[in-house]
């Protein structure tokens, strides 16, 4: 056939078409040699010159999808599928993985960062859908660094221009707790440490709560804080049997992991409430410390609401203080209507201070404030 060339091995110009696999070949009718084999029609005139192409110089780039992207979709859809999502969740997350992989800059990214969209996509999903789902459980079925997948999880958050709630703490709480392997007696778990499930799940809410009231979770990540309330609303219940369980023994009976940070917050939950119970006369007396505190959890929870408003009356949200300052009782603010355009007074600054040395500094600029208004003006 004219304009095909010729054959290699007899010099034929009889060249035909074979179409029985999946891509053309030119076969030599004469002594049937195979010409060229899976060669990619383009729009260009490689063909009729015998010469292959590239996949993307070819008019397949636009019919068909590439194996890293397929790759990625049943990723995607294997994820769901693990985290037993609905079928809904599953078509939103691979629509969000589609439109991610049109950018040239995810097109052109490495294996790893592919591997990280599939969780990303996962992720946004569940949040957008209130699926209490946490960055930290992505990470682990994906064998991702943490600070990757955050980065590329708020880069892809701006690309795609999507809307994001933050994930509700207490369904956060609920999913978390419900994998805490102590709510059945078990070889490794003795049976005075086994727990009822419903029990330790409501006081840890209202422990959670409590360090929310107390801006022990503001800026922080919630699985430490989660944990240290977790553990306490265990001790609580069955306080003479599990007071000398520590709190890394006790993620070990649980099979959880023990989040850094963890005992940090132990501390500071153990202090707020230490801080509560020198508001009740009958407990004071009784010089509790961050041991025996324990007992009495089931107490303070019961008035949470008053003993937070008495313990915190003075502005400060740190329980422990280098030294004692007499109590200061800040007056009611004046009640009218917000209109944002009004002067903050000292006592609303005053509920905003949270350690001593902020009130220290603060009583200084005000001291420096009068010293300066009260100097008289020269004639």
Known sequence: MPGRGRCPDCGSTELVEDSHYSQSQLVCSDCGCVVTEGVLTTTFSDE????EVTYSRSTGENEQISRSQQRGLRRVRDLCRVLQLPPTFEDTAVAYYQQAYRHSGIRAARLQKKEVLVGCCV???????????????????LYADLDVFSSIYMQI???????????????????????????QASPSVPAKYVEDKEKMLSRTLQLVELANETWLVTGRHPLPVITAATFLAWQSLQPADRLSCSLARFCKLANVDLPYPASSRLQELLAVLLRMAEQLAWLRVLRLDKRSVVKHIGDLLQHRHSLVRLAFRD????????????PRICPAPPVSTVTGDENISDSEIEQYLR??????DFQRAQAARQAATSVPNPP
Request: hydrophobic content about 35%.
């Open 315 to 326: 502005g400060t949200a740190e329980v422990e203080t280098r030294g004692k300052e007499p």
């Open 123 to 141: 992720l946004i999903t569940c949040r957008q859908h209130n699926w209490p789902l946490t960055m930290g459980a992505i990470c682990t079925l």
């Open 48 to 51: 009729g010159n015998l010469r």
């Open 157 to 183: 958050v701006k690309l795609l221009g999507l809307d994001v709630p933050s994930l509700c703490l207490a369904e956060l709480v609920k999913t978390y707790c419900s994998s805490f392997k102590l709510f």
């Open 355 to 360: 350690t001593p040395q902020e009130v220290r």
